[in-house]
Structure formats: structure tokens, C-alpha cells
């Protein structure tokens, strides 16, 4: 196989440009794209744990929301009149049927 003298010039285009000086010169150069490379891989790693504990946490208040909402429906129900009376009578407790008595200081009334 012989060498024609385009595959030469190439060979010689290429030796120009890629030599061990070039490179030796370019290594902070290829340091700084590496560093850069390992920054966005970073960045893309880190945005992707916020998002998971951003919807994590959104999950969280959608619960304690749920949560908060049914124990609030349950103190008004509990808090009604009824209620309360079911809830007292097993310790002896009734609700008035006379109307209450209203004291008066014999003082303030002159």
C-alpha cells in the first residue's frame, strides 16, 4: 500500500495541530471545560433533588391539609348542642330546661 500525498499532507495537517506542545499549552484550558462540566452535571443533579423535595413537601401540606379538615369537621360536630349532651350524660350532666337565673346587685340598680 502506498502513501499518496494527500494521506501525507493530511497526516502533516493533523501532526500540526494536535503536537504535544499545543496540548501542553491547552491543558488550563481543558481544566476549565472539564471543571465547567462537572459544575452543570452538578447543577443538573441538584435542581432535580429540590424538585423531588419540592413535591415532596407539596404532598406533605396537601395531607396535613386533608388532615386539618377532617378535624376540624369533627370538633363542629362534636361541639353541637346535642353533642354535647350525648357526651356529659354518662357522668351525670343535663341541660337545663328552666331558664337561667339572672343575679342582680340591689346597688348598681338605684
Known amino acids: ?6 494521506t501525507k499532507e493530511n497526516k502533516k495537517g493533523l501532526r500540526k ?15 476549565f471545560l472539564s471543571g465547567l462540566a462537572v459544575i452543570y452535571i452538578y447543577n443538573g443533579h441538584y ?3 429540590t424538585i423531588r423535595n419540592i413535591n415532596k413537601a407539596s404532598k406533605q401540606l396537601k395531607e396535613l391539609e386533608y388532615e386539618y379538615k377532617t378535624l376540624k ?6 361541639s353541637k348542642q346535642s353533642e354535647l349532651a350525648k357526651a356529659v350524660a ?4 343535663k341541660e337545663m330546661t328552666t331558664p337561667a337565673i339572672i343575679l342582680q346587685d340591689s346597688i348598681i340598680n338605684k
Open 1 to 6: 500500500m502506498e502513501s499518496t500525498p494527500a
Open 17 to 31: 495541530w494536535i503536537n504535544i506542545r499545543w496540548i501542553v499549552r491547552n491543558v488550563p484550558f481543558f481544566l
Open 47 to 49: 435542581a432535580d433533588k
Open 73 to 78: 369537621s369533627d370538633v363542629l360536630f362534636q
Open 90 to 93: 354518662p357522668i351525670g350532666l
